[in-house]
């Protein structure tokens, strides 16, 4: 599988490819290239150039027209590109069509997630959930692998050596899979009696979009040093921490980030990890506030809830990066209104609720976090049936 590496010593020239349609407004197209540009410097290449194309539907042989395809393939040899990504899935044969066209490497979205899951991967779990994500995804795709044997094909059906290695390949990555998932399967059985052990605690996960600022809060509220940087997915392994407020104990747990178009592969190998959120008894949705894009980010996540089945479980709303929210959040109020109090009156606290706001970063208002944290936790406490 073709990918961009951390470890590089030279960064790897990336050219980034989008489409405009009558599903994706021009601004938002450009926004997706920012996502796609800030994934691409996550998995450690440096974008060079941009394009995108107003198109109806994309071209079956090449997801783009063949005019921009020219214009591209002209730009990537003048300023020798190494990879040309694509903010939408391809299929194998446009993968193939591509690469023929551009002489280059070409990555979709899906591979670019995907690769970016392989680096970060620390834990055996983590690592076999990418691997057999991975292996997945290249299954449909082994195809354009071969391509070096295409003159060797037999003639009707096309019965040649190309594909007997096709098959054994295809033999041996299932039996990889299988491999894989039962791997998986004896780790997903001592996770869930660590978390029957833990069941006497309330147990509040941290989620939201990737890059959030999510391992910040768990950090600040548990007072420990896991991980965060300002990279997407810097969290792939569930992180579990005790805090304790006000004498109640509780097991904060540090969850993967959720993004637009997360591969359907990565979904189906991490639901283990996932189901850190589903068992939990309350959810903090962390919200980048000072994103361009944040409502669309609020309307990712709760739908990935409900894809996992988490999506009843209370929640507190919590609006992060306060100090670098710009402005238009806040209408026209009385400037002697501290600027916390002015964000509580705005749409933003009315139509969220429950919602607070802070800056994790700056440590402003923590203390109100633990509070309300306090308060859901008591309710839950007072509502829960008795033990047996």
Not at 233 to 247: C, E, N, P, W
Not at 340 to 349: D, P, R
Request: charged share 30%; with cysteine; hydrophobic share 40%.
């Amino acid at each position: 599988m073709a990918k961009l590496t951390e470890t590089a010593k030279k960064q790897e020239k990336v050219v980034l490819v989008g489409v405009i349609n009558q599903h994706q407004r021009a601004e938002q197209a450009e926004e997706y290239l920012d996502e796609l540009s800030f994934l691409a410097y996550t998995a450690g290449g440096r974008v060079v150039k941009r394009f995108l194309q107003r198109l109806p539907y994309p071209n079956p042989r090449t997801f783009i027209g063949e005019g921009k395809l020219n214009e591209i393939a002209a730009y990537v040899k003048e300023y020798e590109v190494d990879i040309v990504v694509f903010d939408d899935e391809l299929s194998p044969s446009q993968i193939r069509n591509l690469e023929q066209s551009l002489k280059s490497k070409i990555l979709d979205r899906s591979n670019l997630i995907l690769d970016i899951f392989a680096t970060r991967a620390r834990t055996a779990q983590a690592k076999f959930q990418v691997e057999l994500a991975q292996a997945q995804y290249l299954l449909p795709r082994l195809t354009r692998m071969w391509t070096h044997l295409s003159k060797q094909k037999g003639g009707i059906g096309m019965k040649g050596p190309g594909e007997t290695e096709i098959e054994t390949d295809r033999r041996a990555l299932r039996n990889k899979i299988s491999k894989l998932e039962d791997r998986l399967k004896v780790i997903d059985k001592q996770n869930f009696t660590r978390r029957q052990n833990r069941s006497d605690k309330i147990r509040v996960a941290l989620v939201g979009y990737t890059n959030v600022g999510k391992s910040t809060i768990l950090n600040l509220l548990s007072k420990s040093d896991v991980l965060a940087e300002d990279k997407l997915f810097a969290t792939l392994d569930s992180t579990v921490r005790k805090i304790v407020i006000q004498d109640i104990p509780m097991l904060l747990t540090d969850t993967v980030g959720f993004i637009r178009k997360l591969p359907h592969q990565l979904v189906e190998c991490f639901k283990s990890t996932l189901d850190e959120i589903r068992e939990a008894d309350l959810l903090l949705h962390v919200v980048d506030v000072s994103h361009p894009n944040f409502e669309e980010q609020i309307e990712v996540v709760n739908k990935t809830l409900e894809e996992i089945g988490a999506h009843k479980t209370p929640r507190l709303l919590v609006f992060n990066k306060i100090d670098k929210a710009t402005e238009k959040l806040i209408p026209e109020q009385p400037e002697e209104l501290p600027y916390l109090e002015q964000l509580k009156n705005t749409w933003l606290a009315k139509e969220n609720a429950p919602v607070i706001f802070i800056s994790a970063v700056q440590k402003q208002n923590i203390s109100e976090l633990k509070n309300r944290l306090l308060e859901m936790a008591i309710k839950l406490k007072r509502e829960a049936p008795p033990k047996a």
